[in-house]
């Protein structure tokens, strides 16, 4: 197995690339449903869908797909959408 060196600026958690990390932070900001026991929750639905999009505009390996298809267990948006604040984006 070739391991490739990272950027500094990709170091990763739970081999999810941060600027992954960074734009589910920001998604789960500015789609606050409640917070919990100091974590925000949203959908985690429409999270997971905007999440793996950002994947392929990234142009990121596979590997992160099935990571993040392991970490939310649960559909890919809703019939085909996920809502992002008020907007309704085609996945
Ligand atoms: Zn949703």
């Known amino acids: 197995m070739v391991l490739k060196k990272l950027p500094a600026n990709e170091t990763k958690s739970l081999g999810i690339p941060r600027r992954i990390l960074l734009e ?17 929750i949203c959908c985690e639905r429409c999270l997971k869908a905007y999440a793996l999009k950002k994947v392929g505009e990234f142009g ?11 970490k939310f267990r ?9 809502l992002d604040e008020e907007r309704l984006v085609k996945i």
């Not at 789609?31 to 026991?37: C, E, H, Q």
């Not at 990121?60 to 392991?70: A, F, Q, S, T, Y």
């Not at 890919?76 to 996920?82: D, E, L, R």
């Open 74 to 82: 649960c559909h890919i948006g809703h019939g085909g959408y996920y």
């Open 60 to 70: 990121l390996e596979d590997k992160v797909r099935g990571i993040l298809n392991w």
């Open 24 to 40: 589910i932070n920001k998604f789960k900001q500015r789609n606050l449903i409640i917070k919990y026991r100091e974590k925000n």
